[in-house]
């Protein structure tokens, strides 16, 4: 059966055995005098013997004790230096990442996710905006990369996937009925925006804003509540929400989520970012 020694009990051992002194050891470590007395007891009881002996000078170390010093150092050097290779070639910095709101909480989560627990040492800072937003401070440099919204077919970045424009409304909600037709949007820059209005300018359904400028939660809770209906891609609705696809109201266009890296400079955490982004959407579209 394998044994292992604990790292943590070695580091004491030899701390210990550097001072002289299970008091002066503690200090060193940070911990208690009981926490090291402790570690050295729980050593002991591994190897089968003691390691120190107590004399009016302070503490000695006995046979065993020698025995174990020499290759409790070179155990806790080797320890060392796997950490220092490790995180010398670790990817660090900071990473700037714009996302639309709608995005957020489903797609771009899992890829959030993945690439946090691979690159821990990377800064990451997160803007939510609308895509025509996103795109203005990718140009200033103001960010990294962004996942942006943009009508499919005429994209300007790196398709992720492409996803349906629709309808949403209230699950029995009657909102859809109702003329001038209610709707809700979240912002005057929201990329879906312009072709909300057209196909309602093509279709020669009156309408009126029940409300905008918000978040997508606010939407979400004039949706619910059958004040309004609004307009999402198909992959973000929420599971108490419902698409109105038999509800008399005009087509939406498709549009593909795309990925832009920055011109001005790609870090290699942008790489690795963009690496877990296509990774997860390219999972969407196999469950899909």
């Not at 008091?23 to 911990?31: D, E, G, Q």
């Not at 090291?36 to 004790?65: C, K, N, P, Y």
């Not at 309602?200 to 619910?224: D, P, Q, Y």
């Amino acid at each position: 059966m394998a044994r292992t020694l604990d790292l943590a009990l070695i580091r004491t051992f030899v701390t210990v055995a550097d001072h002289d002194s299970m008091t002066i050891a503690a200090n060193a470590l940070h911990l208690t005098q009981g926490a090291v007395s402790q570690h050295v007891r729980r050593l002991e009881d591994q190897l089968g013997g003691a390691l120190f002996e107590r004399t009016r000078g302070g503490l000695i170390l006995t046979v065993l004790g020698e025995r174990l010093l020499g290759k409790a150092r070179y155990l806790l050097a080797l320890n060392d230096d796997i950490w220092e290779d490790l995180e010398g070639h670790a990817i660090k910095g900071k990473l700037r990442l714009g996302v639309p709101p709608d995005l957020i909480g489903t797609s771009i989560a899992p890829a959030l996710k993945a690439f946090s627990d691979a690159h821990p040492h990377v800064e990451l800072s997160l803007v939510c905006s609308a895509s025509p937003e996103l795109k203005v401070a990718l140009a200033k440099g103001e960010l990294d990369l962004a996942v942006i919204e943009e009508p499919a077919g005429h994209e300007t970045g790196e398709c992720l996937t492409v996803d349906r424009l629709v309808w949403v409304g209230a699950r029995g909600g009657q909102a859809y009925r109702r003329r001038p037709l209610p709707i809700s949007m979240v912002a005057r820059t929201c990329a879906f925006r312009p072709v909300i209005l057209e196909a309602l300018r093509k279709s020669g359904l009156t309408w009126r804003s029940a409300f905008e400028a918000g978040s997508i939660e606010a939407t979400a809770t004039t949706v619910r509540a059958d004040l309004a209906v609004t307009a999402w891609l198909s992959s973000t609705i929420p599971a108490d929400l419902t698409i109105l696809s038999d509800a008399g109201l005009p087509d939406l266009s498709s549009f593909a989520i795309t990925l832009h890296l920055s011109a001005k400079s790609i870090s290699s955490a942008a790489t690795e970012m963009a690496r877990a982004l296509r990774a997860t959407f390219s999972q969407f579209r196999q469950a899909a």
